[in-house]
């Protein structure tokens, strides 16, 4: 018969490894498909799309005046195929030149508004403002709005839209 | 036959005598009303894990259906606005309970030694309960839940050096999409209750072993020195927890719900407009319960000063209340002799209350 803990000392060591080893095995053994399944989405690819905006003759741009075009993106998200709609800012600048801009603000996500009283965009969560150029002129916004990427079509009007941002390093969501 | 009963389990299992053990605990004398917090607090636990269970047979944690899930939940379930509504401000009521119990243990300097690991406990049980009231707010489906995932999610965002992946293990990708939904579920129905309810036996276990620390006047007739240790192990008075405390810890949970049922049924849950991503006049509103938090956020403006209202103030605010017995280390425990530390709490308080109400302005853009 094997000694009990009692009367041997190694013998007491000897289960206390065996113990802790098992513990051990079964311990990661489960932290490993947990891991996996809670570490999944740094894995995944996103689903990048072009979808078209639409034409920018139909949309009667005035210069430094914003227009808030939806988009709907069809976009994979996990195991379903989903509408994401968003809103494109589109600006034209004086000198011409188009801005394709998110309404998320940068600082937290909020939706902006925009005051043609006062030509700013406006954060109803934490009062960032933004000039219509995109530009910090106000509140807590680290970095000015951000771009969608765009790109024209073959007729120099139609503008395509992807679900993603210019110039976002962190890979923020939309 | 009752007595039958009672002698069948008493032969096997000694059931009366644990009973006893779990009743007969003495409870300081004075202090009675105080010490209810703590048993309203469970009491409401309960009220919220029963009601959540069985709002389950109606919800669905998927984006666009949720909020209707809730809807019909209201309006066309018998009675589920009511049941709707004892979750929803019982959950508020939890969080101002807390706020008070936490309070009530702060200025009468119960968490000192020998009892820091129950302040720890109850931390623990306090982050993970707001964390079940912000959970809980978004998966109500409805626009301010959107934008609460979303604003919440960038907050985290701004941690060091992981916020990204916080982010996106929080979201299940980079957008927020069913995924995200389905997680905040698992989270405020699985995942949290389950530390709630292990953590609350560990609160109170270490409250009986500990023994009787209760507030400085249960010890005005004690004749043993304000230095030493051994004071605080005799009160001059005590109770028998049954029935004596219970009796109180009734009458305080029996009002508190009636309050809690005359608001679900008169109030309601205010379930709100369906989520509108291309909404262009929405302007999100937080709960009462981080609006302090929220009125941070607008201030430290710029890149490099944003990390302090998304993590470094909160995380060192939290850091020093979780560790809290490990800075106050002084024996004293009446509120009148530490003057430093009642009036340190008094002030933040105060401040707390502050940042509430200027953070639950109405925020109208418009008039900008």
Redesign the interface.
Known sequence: MAKSSEESPSRRTFMMVVIGLISTVIGIALAVPILGAVLNPLFRKRDIVWTKLGKISDLNLKPLTPKFVPVYFRVKEGWSVNTLPRQVVVVKQVNGDLLFFSNQCTHLGCPLHWIAARQKFLCPCHGGMFNATGQVVGGPPPRPLYQWVHKFGKDKDTVYIQNKFKDNPKDRGI | MFKQIQNWFDERIGLTKVIEEFNGERIPRRGGWAYTLGSLLAFLFTVQVVTGIFLLFYYVPYFPIARNATYFLKHHVVFGNILLGIHLWGAFTMIFVILIHMARVYFSGAYKKPREMQWIAGMVLFSVVVVLGLTGYMLVGNENSW?TI??L???A?HTPFIG??I???A?????????TM?HIFAVHVWLLPIVVIMFIPIHLFLIRKTGHQGMALEYKNSKISEDDEKRWLKPDGTVPFFPDQFYKDMIVSLVVFAVIYILAVYVGAPIGPMYR????????EADWYFLAN?EI???????GL?IF??FLIPSIGFGILFLLPFIDRTKERSPFKRPAATVLGILFLLLLVYLTLIGGEP?A??T?
């Open positions: 934008w979303n604003v999610t960038n907050v965002s990204g992946f982010r996106e293990i979201r299940g990708g980079t957008e927020t999409s069913v995924l389905q991503p291309l909404a262009l006049n929405f302007a999100p929220e956020l607008k201030y430290f403006p710029g890149h944003i209202s998304t925020k853009p418009a900008v």
